[in-house]
């Protein structure tokens, strides 16, 4: 069997960019895909910021491999250390994730990564830490080649209204009970 070379023409990897995804749902695999989006472009040569709202923790994995390789990709943490109470959100909560959304705006206007993560901010907004309005005017008033996830639970209607791709993870099966504790390299 003979195999012919097929020459595709290479098109600008950036030219189909600006798409808005939304991950959401009770499953497990939001974080992680947007992740594997972030492993894909940096591949292609593509600039990523993660901003990680609502997630303080510097010993997460995608946060220790970020410090120990910062080429092309950059994660930004807008949240404390210990997790957010969400039926008594602190002010320093509801300041952080501002924190974060102003410097998703700043990166927009200086820096336009090829890809940004928005991970968590669908709980920001479910949990009034930010209004909706201003996550869907960032969204509006984005560059139109940069490509938008959104990740976490409880996706907004509005957010989901303007977006051009939506997918719901919701678990058929798990293992996590009250007495599963997070694995570093699987679940953190």
Do not use: C, W
Not at 39 to 48: C, L, Q
């Amino acid at each position: 069997m003979q195999y012919h070379q097929v020459d595709l023409l290479e098109p600008n990897p950036k030219k189909n960019l600006g798409y808005i995804h939304v991950y959401t749902g009770e499953g497990k695999g939001k974080t992680t895909a947007a992740l594997g989006h972030m492993v894909r472009s940096i591949g292609h040569g593509h600039e990523v910021l993660m901003i990680q709202f609502l997630k303080g923790s510097k010993d997460s994995g995608e946060y220790k491999f970020h410090m120990e390789n910062p080429e092309n990709f950059k994660i930004m943490q807008f949240a404390q250390p210990e997790p957010v109470d969400f039926k008594n959100p602190s002010t320093q909560d509801k300041y952080l994730v501002e924190q974060g959304m102003d410097y998703a705006r700043q990166a927009m206007v200086n820096n336009r990564p090829d890809l940004l993560i928005l991970d968590e901010i669908n709980p920001a907004i479910y949990h009034d830490l930010i209004d909706v309005k201003d996550v869907v005017r960032f969204l509006d008033n984005k560059h139109q080649q940069t490509e938008v996830i959104l990740t976490g639970k409880y996706a907004h209607p509005e957010v989901m209204e303007i977006a051009d791709m939506i997918i719901q993870m919701d678990s058929k099966k798990d293992y996590f009970d009250d007495e599963f504790s997070p694995r570093l390299g699987i679940e953190h």
